[in-house]
């Protein structure tokens, strides 16, 4: 029992390796609460309607909703179509010329949380980002063969570093449903239906993101809990600043905020009347369904990391011991793919067990990679 739960955090794994999140849901949320800071800092401009705790609040959990796609247990992005979508600019930017129109200020701070995260990861792909930083120092051959994994591993440890540095908590994700639906049936059209009906879709892929979004909070939280390795990790990846938690942090911050501005005229209108609107989902049928289903998932998953985290002896060592027979499994499979796999595991492995030091981590991961 207690394997099969560490095999499905160890699934939850490769299914981050799989899907194309740009960044971790802590790192989203880390953006949107420091750019809110800033927005919060400032004298009045367009955005200073988002100080409301209420309208921040949808706007931090709107900024990780584009990823709703990833599931943890079909392992990867479970629909590449609606990933597509759901990250194109264009659809975010009608959002928000959408709430304008509405004069909806929770509507406008769930349309900018989430063009926030599309912004971000438009960003985040450019070339010479942090995200795609060899941290192990592979051999340029080796690289090439496990090139896919490395912003998969970045990304886990840029979580952990903000919800380390900056007690980013775990979020629920947030959708406006109508704002959303509307959007898309606009995008892809009356008649050429290119995706299943949004309605049902949508909340199908929320309850499952819910599950999703607090095992990879658990999973970075434990990486960040290590004390014999994080330290020196986390020191590589802020190498050219200590002020911010890895290195393109702030920059990234001040251009998502820029496109944010460039967004809303200075004299939109809307005021910080959501103070006493509540972002809970409404209560229909299928709403309840899938909010249950989710608080289901929810309690199985904290289940399961209670037993990966735990800090008695027993439990480390059965810990230790599923980690070995699952690594060892994951070893006996062959090909460049499974390959890489394996570096990921063993990286991930080594970080949440806290038994080597940074240094020894790289040898073991590099010793993974290299194996003939
Ligand atoms: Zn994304």
């Given amino acids: 029992m207690r394997r099969t739960r560490f095999c499905l955090a160890v699934c939850g794994l490769l ?88 004069d909806d200020p929770r509507q406008l701070a769930f349309a900018l949380g989430w063009t926030a995260h599309i912004e971000a990861d438009r960003l985040m792909s450019g070339p010479g980002r942090v995200v795609y930083k060899d941290l192990i120092g592979f051999s340029g051959p080796t690289k090439r063969r496990v090139a896919a994994m490395l912003p998969e591993m970045n990304k886990l440890c840029m979580d952990a570093v903000v919800i380390r540095d900056m007690e980013i908590p775990m979020q629920k994700p947030f959708v406006d449903r109508p704002l959303l639906i509307r959007a898309i049936g606009r995008q892809t059209g009356k008649h050429t239906r290119t995706v299943s009906w949004p309605d049902e879709a949508i909340a199908g892929f929320l309850s499952s993101f819910d599950w999703s979004c607090s ?18 990790l986390a020191a590589e990846l802020s190498e050219e600043s200590d002020d911010e938690p ?17 967004l809303v005229p200075r004299s939109h209108g809307v005021d910080s009347t959501g103070e006493t609107v509540s972002p809970t989902p409404s209560k229909s049928r299928s709403d309840t369904v899938a909010s249950r289903t989710a608080r289901k998932a929810g309690q199985i998953a904290s289940r399961g990391l209670s037993f990966l985290w735990d800090g008695n002896s027993v439990t480390a060592k059965m810990r230790q011991v599923a980690i070995e027979q699952s690594l060892r499994v994951l070893n006996s499979f062959g090909g460049e793919d499974s390959r890489a796999r ?24 590099r010793r993974i990679a290299e194996a003939q």
């Fill in 246 to 262: 890895f290195t393109g942090f702030d920059e990234l911050v001040d251009e998502v905020l820029a496109h944010l501005v460039s």
């Fill in 342 to 365: 394996r570096v990921l595991t063993t990286f991930v492995a080594d970080l949440i067990n806290d038994t080597r030091t940074w240094s020894q981590v790289k040898i073991h991961v």
């Fill in 15 to 102: 299914g981050w390796a799989s899907a194309a999140v740009a960044w971790g849901p802590s790192t989203h949320v880390a953006v949107g609460q420091v750019l809110l800071d800033r927005v919060g800092s400032k004298s009045p401009g367009p955005l200073s309607f988002l100080r409301s705790p209420s309208l921040r609040d949808i706007f931090l959990r709107s900024s990780i909703a584009p990823d709703m796609t990833l599931s943890i247990l079909a392992a990867k992005k479970s629909d590449k179509a609606y990933d597509k979508l759901l990250h194109s600019q264009s659809m975010a930017v009608r959002m928000v010329t959408d709430a304008l129109d509405n």
């Fill in 215 to 232: 095992t990879l909070h658990g999973l970075a939280t434990a990486v960040a809990n290590n004390e014999k390795a994080f330290s020196d």
